[in-house]
Each structure stands twice: as C-alpha cells, then as structure tokens.
Antibody
Framework: VQLVESGGGLVQPGKSLKLSCSAS????????MHWIRQAPGKGLDWVAY???????VYADAVKGRFTISRDNAKNTLYLQLNSLKSEDTAIYYC?????WGQGVMVTVSS | DIQMTQSPSVLSASVGDRVTLNCKAS??????LNWYQQKLGEAPKLLIY???NLQTGIPSRFSGSGSGTDYTLTISSLQPEDVATYFC?????????FGSGTKLEIK
C-alpha cells in the first residue's frame, strides 16, 4: 500500500491550493478516505472524509472552505483548499484509518 | 463534539518497564478507539484498532483495553524503539477526533 501526497507549498492568506493523493497497492474505490492535518509541533486534527460512494463529512473548522473529492479511475484523492488562513498551516496527510501517506506541507503566509 | 483527553502528556520510563497510557472520551464511543504511534518526522502508524485489536505486524508487547469512555494502551516491556508520541482516535461519531497525545521517553 502506498499513499503519496502532492500539491503543497507556500500560499498567501485568502488564496487557494489543491492537494492530491495518489493511491496504489489496494482497491482504492472500495475504501473511504480521510484528510488529516498536523500543525507544526502540534497534534493530529481530522479534516475531512469521503466514502467509497463519495459521501463527504467535514470538520467545522474547514466546512465551506475545503472540498474533498476522489477520482476512482485515477486512484486519486483530492482536497481543494479555498480561503486559506494562517491557522491552516500544517502537514496534510491522506489516510485510510490504517494506512497513511508521508504528508505534504501547506504554509499559509504573506 | 467528542473530546478525547490523554494522560499523561509526557511519560518517562525505563527500558523493560510496563507502561500504561490513558485516553478518556467525553462520551461513550462504543470501543471505536484506535491508537497510533508517531515517531519524530514520520507519519502516524496504526497500532491498535477498535480498542483491543493488534494491527498486523505490530509487536505483541502492545495491547489495548477499555470500554465506554475509558481506554488504555499498554506496552508490556518498553523498548528503546518505542520512543514516540502516541495518539488515541475515536471513530464512533462525527466529527472524528484525536487526543492531544502522550510523549513517551526513555529514562
């Protein structure tokens, strides 16, 4: 099983970014997937979930700003981050509850 | 939202010690409780799922127990490679929530 995130970087407050997570080694279309983040030196913070049938759930802190989606044909999970705030600065992990990627850093700063 | 409170926040123990980490939920989570280990600079790794099920490949010195609101991760004989931060995670109800972690150190 491998999960590889990409798309992170430095972005100004208020701007947007789209993260991707490429999955391999398992039947991606059969699994619900999560995005979980970790601010520098802090704990883990669950962000969003998408079921195998594309139903979605969000943490209150990101609801209305972030959108989780998936493309089962490409074995890829996405997270669209809009209206970014400094407090969104974190490493973003894609994960099943068992397997995690290595994470991608998002820094929101002017 | 369900709040997850871990204790202690830092634990220092000797190699070979039996170590117990605690996690308390603000309401019943029906044993939907996972434990993750995170070493410095790495992604979290699943140790225990649904309270007491050892994930494949995890050493048997790790075990979990609990019910209702109170859960425990036990390391039967602490090893140097167990230095890490341990997080509990409830997946009983939305939003899913993590504890703030217990940092485990070697004396």
């Amino acid at each position: 099983v491998q999960l590889v995130e990409s798309g992170g970087g430095l972005v100004q407050p208020g701007k947007s970014l789209k993260l991707s997570c490429s999955a391999s080694g398992f039947t991606f279309s059969s699994y619900g997937m999560h995005w979980i983040r970790q601010a520098p030196g802090k704990g883990l913070d669950w962000v969003a979930y998408i079921s195998s049938s594309s139903g979605t759930v969000y943490a209150d802190a990101v609801k209305g700003r972030f959108t989780i989606s998936r493309d089962n044909a490409k074995n890829t999970l996405y997270l669209q981050l809009n209206s970014l705030k400094s407090e969104d600065t974190a490493i973003y992990y894609c994960a099943t509850t068992v397997y995690w990627g290595q994470g991608v850093m998002v820094t929101v700063s002017s | 939202d369900i709040q997850m409170t871990q204790s202690p926040s830092v634990l220092s123990a000797s190699v070979g010690d039996r170590v117990t980490l605690n996690c308390k939920a603000s309401q019943n989570i029906n044993k939907y409780l996972n434990w993750y280990q995170q070493k410095l600079g790495e992604a979290p790794k699943l140790l225990i799922y649904n309270t007491n099920n050892l994930q494949t490949g995890i050493p048997s010195r790790f075990s979990g127990s609990g019910s209702g609101t109170d859960y425990t991760l036990t390391i039967s004989s602490l090893q140097p490679e167990d230095v890490a931060t341990y997080f509990c995670f409830q997946h009983n109800s939305w939003p899913l929530t993590f504890g703030s972690g217990t940092k485990l150190e070697i004396k």
